[in-house]
């Protein structure tokens, strides 16, 4: 989980726009991508007077993203650091049912200096902050946690340990043996017979017990509001691996309970990837969560928020509006359910009546809000941001946000640029959106140098959230045109399914028709056109450049143009065999997908081509093929790879290097001599 928080941390700086202010404030820099606070993991204390979070920031000495507790009032007053451990990081703070003490996930070495417990356990404080203490001591560490109400246990998630108690370790790691379906995973690592479980920790001796032993995993735990029960999520079968159909189970909080499957729907009840746990209603009747569509669907169907009778099992879509929820949280009446709902450009807090399944927004305007915690006593605290602002904490009163912590100030000294919203339409009709942030000191009539970013997913969208990069290449001339083409989210599932196994096509054209706009309006030069992103961003980027050769620079960072190379060497063979089939068997669905490598000797647009060493959900593999064959007809091209990386970046210097290292490429080519601005 701390590895998780720094990669949702570095997602967000990773993806990262503001206004355009006095002209005497200084441009924002690659280096002020190290400065950057990154806020998470917002919890409410139960009598809602304090709020305890997570602050992600950048230890230069040790050049690793490194997180602290802090805490503040609900007045926004008594802003304090709670712990303060530049060697480890802390991070998923949750409140014990009296308000005495917090729990929360630490790396940190034990009091007694021994080196015997491995990576992450839980620790305990005061609520006010002091000496912490070692809670759980599971050889294999814990990947997430919750605290029962009563403050007596937790629930744990932990892996079975590598090797038998009393066993030393072995001078050189074993051999990596498996018969999974899925051997790969970007935060796990190799998947072989050890699988991550269930356990009961007593907080007062530290005793562990585990409740689901067996060839499968459970994660995100929930406890019942009277402490007895156990929910959590988990995928069973002959081979889980082979399927998205995850389940919530429930369980007694005791050693030898028999858990029982609570939901049976056919497809992804509560898929772990949106990091949302079954939530409990107050009086215990019912679980919140969120339920997907039939495996063949994927990612393209929209989450909705479902509600289930724990007695019953009887589940409802209380308000089926075609978009995705996430976090739901209970309010104390037992009424309504909080949740975080996506529309386009924008994610706002609502609230959904369970009986009527009327939805109301309650936070409005171009924003991007990304988590929330509720109090017994009905106080929320909401987590986000917009364009001109990375994520902060606000306390809804009313209808409007009040500010709670900020702890990126120091941007009010820096001349940011604007964000607008565009509207168009593609080549077919399909009515389109996108983001356009004009260079700082933009001159209307004037063309400018125009970077086309295409997001990640590929079901995500751009949203009116602060983008570092963005703002980097408007301080320096460019104009940055994101548009959200038909695959992304925001829009409803027919949208989003419009390019199933079928890339490269529609959203491709949605993407030049986002550039002829951009041309059209004055601001894009059509002979200064780049291109580029991340992940599936890259992938489409590939798409691209073997399609027209309007992009005279392009930057391709962990995509592929093969796929018949990923299958097999990434973590999605499930995935591509729901949506592509198999490449034996479905070569004209392999083809279409491959179609920049199998076409690379249409690409003329120099390319730089990025990865992380030990990406297993973009392979190295994607960027090298394409680099080989644009290398091999002497296409100007680089390949940069970031060693000991995982598919999101998290070494500081190596963000700044991309950074550095994007706007030098697009410099190159988009501004030759003598072109202006």
């Not at 451990?85 to 729990?103: C, H, L, N, V």
Request: charged residues 20%; hydrophobic residues 35%.
């Amino acid at each position: 989980m701390i590895r998780r928080l720094q990669q949702l941390a570095l997602l967000a700086l990773a993806l990262l726009p503001l206004a355009t202010f006095a002209a005497d404030r200084t441009p924002f820099t690659p280096t002020d991508l190290n400065r950057l606070a990154v806020l998470a993991d917002p919890a409410l204390s139960p009598d809602g007077h304090w709020l305890v979070y997570t602050v992600a920031t950048t230890n230069a000495e040790r050049d690793q993203p490194q997180s602290d507790l802090w805490r503040v009032g609900f007045d926004g007053r008594a802003r304090t650091q709670l712990t303060h451990t530049p060697d480890a990081d802390e991070s998923q703070a949750q409140w014990s049912g009296d308000g005495r003490f917090i729990a929360f996930l630490s790396d940190r070495k034990p009091a007694d200096g021994k080196d015997d417990d491995n990576g992450t356990q839980v620790w305990t404080m005061p609520a006010d902050g002091g000496e912490a203490r070692q809670v759980t001591h599971l050889p294999a560490g814990v990947e997430e946690f919750a605290l029962s109400p009563d403050g007596k246990q937790l629930a744990v998630i932990a892996f079975d340990p590598e090797r038998p108690a009393g066993t030393p370790k072995l001078k050189n790691p074993p051999p990596i043996v498996t018969n999974r379906f899925q051997f790969k995973d970007d935060d796990s690592g190799w998947l072989g017979a050890r699988h991550k479980h269930l356990y009961t920790v007593d907080l007062a001796s530290g005793a562990a017990a585990e409740l689901t032993p067996g060839m499968h995993d459970e994660q995100l735990p929930a406890w019942s509001p009277d402490s007895r029960r156990i929910a959590y999520v988990t995928r069973r079968g002959a081979d889980p691996d082979r399927t998205l159909n995850f389940d919530i189970y429930v369980i007694d909080a005791r050693a030898g309970a028999q858990e029982r499957q609570l939901t049976t729907f056919p497809g992804s009840d509560l898929d772990p990837y949106w990091a949302s746990r079954p939530a409990w209603s107050p009086d215990g009747k019912r679980i919140a969560y969120l339920q997907s569509g039939e495996d063949k669907w994927i990612y393209y169907a929209p989450w909705q928020l479902a509600v289930i009778d724990v007695a019953s099992g009887k589940a409802t879509i209380p308000a089926p509006i075609d978009r995705c929820f996430t976090h739901p949280h209970w309010s104390p009446d037992g009424r309504s359910v909080y949740a975080l709902i996506e529309q386009a450009e924008v994610t706002h807090l609502e609230r959904i009546d369970v009986a009527s399944g009327k939805v109301t927004e309650l936070t409005h305007g171009d924003r991007f809000d990304v988590d929330l915690s509720v109090s017994r006593n009905g106080r929320i605290a909401v987590l986000g941001g917009d364009d001109l602002h990375p994520y902060n904490l606000a306390a809804l009163d009313g209808d409007h946000l009040r500010p709670l912590a900020d702890h990126n100030e120091w941007l009010a000294g820096r001349q940011l640029a604007s964000t607008e919203t565009l509207h168009f339409t593609s080549a077919d009709g399909t009515k389109l959106d996108g983001l356009l942030v004009k260079p700082i000191g933009y001159v209307q009539g004037r063309r400018y140098p125009t970077i086309l970013r295409v997001h990640g997913g590929p079901v995500y969208q751009f949203s009116h959230e602060f983008m570092e990069d963005w703002q980097v290449y408007a301080a320096n001339g460019f104009a940055v045109l994101a548009v959200n083409p038909r695959g992304s989210s925001g829009r409803g599932f027919d949208f989003a399914r419009a390019i199933y196994a079928d890339w490269g096509n529609k959203d491709t054209q949605d993407l030049l028709a986002g550039v002829d706009h951009a041309v059209q309006l004055g601001i894009a030069d059509p002979d200064r056109l780049g291109i580029g992103g991340w992940s599936y961003g890259a992938i489409l980027t590939d798409q691209m450049i073997a399609r027209t050769t309007r992009f005279k620079a392009a930057i391709s960072g962990a995509g592929s143009g093969n796929t018949y190379g990923m299958y097999g060497d990434d973590e999605y063979a499930r995935e591509y065999e729901l949506e592509l089939g198999t490449p034996w068997a479905n070569r004209a669905a392999y083809d279409r997908a491959s179609y920049p490598f199998l076409h690379a000797d249409k690409i003329t647009t120099p390319t730089l081509f990025q990865c992380g060493q030990i990406d297993f959900n973009v392979p190295c593999i994607g960027a090298e093929q394409m680099y080989q064959a644009l290398r091999s007809r002497s296409v100007p091209t680089q390949l940069v790879v970031y060693p000991g990386q995982h598919h999101e970046i998290s070494v500081p210097s190596y963000l700044r290097d991309r950074m550095q290292r994007n706007l030098a490429w697009y410099d190159r080519f988009l501004k030759p001599a003598g072109s202006g601005p």
